[in-house]
T-cell receptor, first 115, second 111 residues
Framework: DAGVTQSPTHLIKTRGQQVTLRCSPK?????VSWYQQALGQGPQFIFQ???????QRGNFPDRFSGHQFPNYSSELNVNALLLGDSALYLC??????????????FGSGTRLTVV | KQEVTQIPAALSVPEGENLVLNCSFT??????LQWFRQDPGKGLTSLLL?????REQTSGRLNASLDKSSGRSTLYIAASQPGDSATYLC??????????FGQGTILTVHP
């Protein structure tokens, strides 16, 4: 039973560029949430996708956008990259968009470095 | 707005010690409380989940408690081992499924 898969594992981009990160949820899960974790900090909620729609959004600018596909996989897009976007981006999957009684499953993350 | 605080920020103990990690939250309307482990540069591994109707959960040498009235959760690790060295994060879940994390406790267990 595959867990949450994220790609790529590492990425280096230049300021002003655009980046796309990908996530495949755990088998049987239909909801994907994205988190940003800066060095030495706890993860911060970016947004959640369920039924191919953005259901919730954290305090992130519109440069951050996403998409969910019919197979429940998801993409996170960041435009006009800033140095401050350098972080570990984590994807979490769950079943259903509401409260999760059994918790979330996280991927290993994508390390984005903006230079 | 939910805020989660973890104390201490870092902890260094000799192997074999029992230890307690603390987590406090400002909004008692959390749905559940989840503890995670994170190894350097890696993703999150779920350790224990306590639903709002529960008081504690146990898994092996780990025990987590939840007191919603006081806004506190503790993670108890018995007989610590060097392999327990990692960052431990707690996170509260809202009714909509959003997780709010603390900044974590960095645990180092010396042989």
């Amino acid at each position: 039973d595959a867990g949450v898969t994220q790609s790529p594992t590492h990425l280096i981009k230049t300021r002003g560029q655009q980046v796309t990160l990908r996530c495949s949820p755990k088998s049987g899960h239909d909801t994907v949430s994205w988190y940003q974790q800066a060095l030495g900090q706890g993860p911060q909620f970016i947004f959640q996708y369920y039924e191919e729609e953005e259901r919730q959004r954290g305090n992130f600018p519109d440069r951050f956008s996403g998409h969910q596909f019919p197979n429940y996989s998801s993409e996170l897009n960041v435009n006009a990259l800033l140095l401050g976007d350098s972080a570990l981006y984590l994807c979490a999957s769950s079943l259903g968009a509401g409260p999760v009684g059994y918790g979330y499953t996280f991927g290993s993350g994508t390390r984005l470095t903006v230079v | 707005k939910q805020e989660v605080t973890q104390i201490p920020a870092a902890l260094s103990v000799p192997e074999g010690e029992n230890l307690v990690l603390n987590c406090s939250f400002t909004d008692s309307a959390i749905y559940n409380l989840q503890w995670f482990r994170q190894d350097p540069g890696k993703g999150l591994t779920s350790l224990l989940l306590i639903q709002s109707s529960q008081r504690e959960q146990t898994s092996g040498r780990l025990n987590a408690s939840l007191d919603k009235s006081s806004g506190r959760s503790t993670l108890y690790i018995a007989a610590s081992q060097p392999g327990d060295s990692a960052t431990y994060l707690c996170a509260g879940s809202t009714s909509y499924g959003k997780l709010t994390f603390g900044q974590g406790t960095i645990l180092t267990v010396h042989p």
